[in-house]
């Protein structure tokens, strides 16, 4: 059986916000806005004047802290009886999972507005738990993906550009991942096959980053929107997420869950570590010498990380290999590699992207 999820409407373009009480009104009349205490002062404003004047009613509530279960647990706290129809996340991925799980809480649609696009979460209806720690407890699902992704691309080009090239990781990855899981007959997050239209979409997302990565890197640099930077913020924040709901992922995502018991790389933000990631699933599939050439060219020239050195490991021991092989072999994305990995493998393959890039 075949199933494609997708979130029910996306919106794009420079001064995207202004209409957003517009488009919350399609969907109720109440809403409760989740937004980054760093970008409020500068966002908030405009936010009320567009719910104001489409007469929605809006209770705001701001964040600063970690996507846990007593996060969420403390913002439903904080509305009191209140349910509002429609909860509101506007900010980086730790306020949009927050906010899908305050949305999941109260029973309420749920938008996502993204001031960065350092990834996919926006789409998706998956969410992530830590502990105060930073330590992944779980992964949550919504019953289904946002009803709203509303991008303001004025906003996004302001985000420092390492959250660009985050985003640019976590994109790039969806084509290597999305086709180890059509070839090992894998699943994607919905428990069904993948799906032609996800395959189609991540080895876009790859075609459009490599024409198009390095003049959006500069269009952040420049703080200027250009045709460049919307078609890479739109590669990876919905063709991204399209691609790794219905086509499924595999190592380089299983990683992040070796890379989260390092404390050197475990706040690495997530792009980078699958970057990385990715760079290892390569070396198992034994690509020949110059595509890994070209891959790490590509690498070099906008600045992602193929090892853990250039992650942020300066010296990596015979301990942290162990340790990224032992919490990366028995995460679920694994099965989707067309062959079983062992440990041995693993670390030997850890070790040859080390000496071959580092």
Do not use: W
């Not at 996004?156 to 985050?166: D, K």
């Not at 459009?208 to 200027?224: N, Q, S, Y």
């Amino acid at each position: 059986m075949l199933v494609f999820g997708a979130p029910a409407r996306y919106v794009q373009g420079p001064g995207a916000l202004a209409s957003i009480g517009e488009e919350l009104g399609r969907l109720g009349r109440s809403a409760v806005l989740l937004i980054d205490r760093g970008v409020a002062g500068r966002l908030l404003p405009a936010i009320e004047r567009s719910c104001g004047a489409a007469g929605v009613a809006l209770t705001v509530l701001e964040f600063a802290g970690e996507c846990s279960p007593e996060a969420i647990e403390d913002l439903a706290g904080r509305l009191g009886s209140a349910r509002p129809a429609i909860a509101v996340a506007a900010g980086g991925g730790k306020c949009i999972d927050t906010g899908k799980g305050l949305g999941k809480r109260l029973g309420a649609r749920i938008v996502t507005v993204p001031t960065i696009a350092s990834n996919d979460s926006p789409t998706s209806h998956i969410y992530v738990l830590y502990d105060a720690d930073h330590r992944l407890l779980s992964v949550e699902k919504l019953e289904r993906n946002p009803d709203l992704v509303l991008v303001d691309t004025d906003v996004i080009v302001r985000a420092p550009a390492v959250f660009l090239l985050a985003g640019i990781g976590d994109c790039l990855v969806k084509k290597y991942e999305v086709e180890a899981c059509v070839q090992s007959g894998g699943r994607n997050v919905f428990g069904s096959e993948p799906s032609l239209a996800a395959l189609a979409m991540a080895r876009g997302c790859y075609d459009i980053l490599r024409e198009d990565a390095e003049a959006a890197l500069e269009a952040v640099a420049a703080g200027t929107v250009s045709p460049a930077f919307e078609r890479v913020v739109e590669t990876c924040i919905l063709m991204s997420g399209l691609s790794f709901e219905n086509g499924g992922l595999c190592i380089a995502h299983a990683m992040t869950r070796g890379l989260s018991a390092v404390p050197a790389v475990a706040h690495t933000l997530h792009g980078l570590q699958v970057a990385y990631g990715i760079t290892v699933q390569l070396a198992l599939e034994g690509r020949d010498p110059d595509f890994m050439r070209d891959h790490a060219g590509f690498y070099n020239r906008v600045g992602l990380p193929a090892t853990l050195k250039a992650l942020g490991l300066a010296d990596p021991s015979p301990d942290v290999f162990d340790v990224i092989a032992d919490a990366t072999l028995g995460v679920v994305h694994m099965q989707n590699f067309p062959r079983s990995v062992s440990k041995a493998e693993f670390v030997a393959a850890m070790r040859d992207v080390e000496e071959r890039f580092g």
